[in-house]
């Protein structure tokens, strides 16, 4: 059972652009929700991080949009560059709860010029 | 101060061999994570280790795999007789703390298995 679910798969953004990649969660216990961005032959890093207490978190060009009552959270890269292609991991976690990071599925994000 | 390190980065084996993939936590990091990748997905939890306990084996197979890690070393995912299913790239993760909000996993580069 895939208890976080990310969209799209793929996304191609023109330079300068929008990116946004949504993520629906299932378990109400989730308190931490991360996003990681990985590039090919690396490992994933933590790129920014919400708590459902807030409904957004914004650093730099990276804002996390949260929705407590739809079960849904999102990445908003805005004015997208050509160095942000990667692979965007969405997480959630339950504090507490073994310190098991959930992953979605990810999503490859390539920003053309 | 260093990263998480994994080694080896890329790994091949034939059927039925044994696989030892290694992780060096990040300096003052005594909570160490292993997740497995496989192609087109996301990452799967496999075990969370303090040093010399196993505290959350609930991702590992039951069969062939194992993890340690030791007092003193780096922690090793041991994966016995692979087979070509096994064939994933396997990352390691570190934290300071064992809970709480603040416990940030530092991922390594990680090892890219291949079964032959």
């Known amino acids: 059972q895939q208890q976080v679910k990310q969209s799209p798969q793929s996304l191609i953004v023109q330079k300068g652009g929008i990116s946004i990649i949504n993520c629906a969660y299932e378990?109400?216990?989730?308190?931490?929700f991360p996003w990681y961005q990985q590039f090919p032959g690396k490992g994933p890093a933590l790129l920014i991080a919400?708590?459902?207490?807030?409904s957004e978190k914004k650093e730099g060009r990276f804002t996390i949009s949260f929705n407590k009552s739809a079960k849904q959270f999102s990445l908003h890269i805005m004015d997208s560059q050509p160095g942000d292609s990667a692979t965007y991991f969405c997480?959630?976690?339950?504090?507490?709860?073994?310190?098991?990071?959930?992953f979605g599925t990810g999503t490859q994000l390539k920003v053309e010029l | 101060n260093a990263g998480v390190m994994q080694n080896p980065r890329h790994l091949v084996r034939r059927r039925g061999q044994e696989a030892r993939l290694r992780c060096s936590p990040m300096?003052?990091?005594?909570?160490v994570y292993w997740y497995r990748q496989l192609p087109e997905e996301g990452l799967k939890f496999m075990v969370y280790?303090?040093?010399?306990?196993?505290?959350?084996e609930s991702g590992m197979p039951k069969e062939r795999f194992s993890a340690e890690f030791p007092k003193e070393g780096p922690s090793i995912l041991r994966i016995q007789q692979v087979v070509r299913g096994d064939s994933a790239a396997y990352f390691c993760?570190?934290?300071?703390?064992?809970?709480?909000?603040?416990?940030?996993?530092?991922f390594g580069a990680g090892t890219r298995l291949s079964v032959l």
């Open positions: 280790l303090q040093k010399e306990n196993i505290i959350d």
């Open positions: 993760a570190s934290s300071a703390l064992g809970q709480g909000i603040a416990n940030i996993q530092y």
């Open positions: 919400i708590r459902p207490d807030v």
């Open positions: 300096k003052g990091h005594s909570h």
């Open positions: 378990n109400t216990a989730f308190d931490y």
């Open positions: 997480a959630a976690w339950v504090t507490g709860g073994g310190n098991k990071l959930t």
